[in-house]
């Protein structure tokens, strides 16, 4: 069983930065893909950043050169630092993971980027 639990949303303002923490109740080298979703209301879910166990790394356009996803082994940890922040970033951000054949998802993080 594997729990996630995401931290560090918050009010940012327009070009501020935040970072995202996924705390996994495992070993994070047991999961096959570590990624972060994001859902704006009245929108569908989308895929922001993904990265393999052997650390490639995929982001979506619209994030690419901005956001950044990572992981600290030793803390179970998967981050994602969220840059140069606009208010089309607003949504709800959530932490995912594959192990084996199944996914994992946290109960996700409020970002609200505003004046």
């Known amino acids: 069983q594997v729990q996630l639990v995401e931290s560090g949303g918050g009010l940012v303002q327009p070009g501020g930065s935040l970072r995202l923490s996924c705390l996994a109740s495992i070993r994070i080298f047991s999961f096959n893909i570590m990624a972060w979703y994001r859902q704006a209301p009245g929108k569908q879910r989308e895929l922001v950043a993904r990265m393999s166990l052997g650390g490639n790394t995929y982001y979506s356009d619209s994030v690419k050169g901005r956001f950044v996803i990572s992981r600290d082994s030793t803390k179970n940890t998967v981050y994602l630092d969220l840059g140069s922040l606009k208010p089309e970033d607003t949504a709800v951000y959530y932490c995912?993971?594959?192990?084996?054949?199944?996914?994992?998802w946290g109960q996700g993080t409020q970002v609200t980027v505003s004046s």
């Open positions: 995912t993971v594959r192990l084996g054949v199944t996914n994992y």
